[in-house]
């Protein structure tokens, strides 16, 4: 039903006035006139999707040459691709500020509004030449928040996650789990949990080399895990969690060097309502 999309939209734009005037982040004007529940029609948007320009290859990787001939690509395609990474190499200096918003962008939405844009992959984020400071957000068919009831839970099992608790990370599944438990073998699935986490994380906000915890693949990880156990978490939490894995995902793709300890502390430290409602968890975040 396109009229729950409008409204996704619509309710964005409500909770992001302040960064829209600001022009940091975009998200398209619907007609009401025209919407219908098979019909929504928004403004153009001049640009290119981030994927779209990454089918040129990443600039930041070490293909500095970007798309070469294959016996698999007319020359026309060729062509096309060039062009893109020609494009997103002028773009490059802009990268690192795109994740930047992004990451703002998606702590805001789970920290502070629990109202949380459900796929924001690079196939969901524009960058137009006619705004090259702001990114737009497209595609609001999926949303996810958390229930109040459950909020406290997850605020601690992200706080688990990223200190490599593993007991309080797999109570925590468990409890999410919608599936009867009776015929779960616990002792098996916490050690399970334990030998996963082990491969990302060995102290608080730390990986086994010493970078900050790769959330999105310890998360990917873990999900294998609970499918292999017959498990089925909550639709909210479930959602969440891919929503998190996604974002951390397509920030990295834009900067590899993203400081995710800065930019937290920087967006807990800036908004005194979430430095209220989540201090355990601005702490934890700053140690990822």
Not at 32 to 49: C, D, F, I, Y
Not at 77 to 99: I, P, V
Not at 150 to 175: H, Q, S, W, Y
Not at 204 to 232: F, N
Request: aromatic share 8%; net charge neutral; with cysteine.
């Amino acid at each position: 039903n396109f009229e729950w999309e409008a409204y996704n939209l619509w309710k964005f734009k409500r909770n992001f006035r302040k960064e829209i005037v600001e022009g940091e982040i975009i998200f398209p004007e619907v007609s009401r006139e025209l919407l219908a529940p098979q019909v929504l029609v928004e403004a153009w948007v001049n640009g290119h999707t981030i994927s779209e320009l990454f089918d040129g290859r990443n600039p930041n990787t070490k293909n500095e040459k970007g798309p070469q001939y294959t016996m698999k690509k007319s020359e026309e395609e060729l062509q096309d691709q060039r062009g893109k990474f020609q494009k997103l190499k002028k773009y490059k200096e802009k990268m690192g500020e795109w994740a930047g918003t992004i990451f703002r962008t998606n702590a805001k939405m789970f920290l502070k509004d629990n109202f949380v844009h459900g796929d924001l992959h690079a196939g969901n984020v524009m960058v137009s030449p006619d705004h090259p400071e702001s990114v737009v957000v497209i595609d609001a068919g999926c949303t996810c928040e958390l229930k109040e009831e459950v909020r406290p839970k997850f605020e601690t099992f992200v706080n688990a996650m990223c200190t490599g608790n593993t007991e309080e990370v797999a109570d925590a599944l468990i409890d999410f789990n919608k599936k009867d438990t009776k015929k779960l073998n616990v002792s098996k699935f916490k050690e399970s949990i334990k030998n996963t986490m082990k491969k990302f994380v060995t102290g608080p906000g730390r990986s086994p080399d010493g970078e900050p915890v790769r959330i999105g693949a310890m998360l990917t990880a873990m999900l294998k895990e609970i499918q292999k156990h017959g498990m089925m978490l909550r639709s909210d939490v479930a959602m969440s969690l891919v929503t998190l894995g996604l974002s951390e995902g397509l920030i990295k793709q834009l900067d590899p060097e993203f400081d995710c300890v800065t930019g937290t502390l920087g967006y807990m430290m800036a908004d005194e309502s979430v430095n209220k409602d989540f201090r355990k968890l601005s702490t934890v975040l700053g140690q990822w």
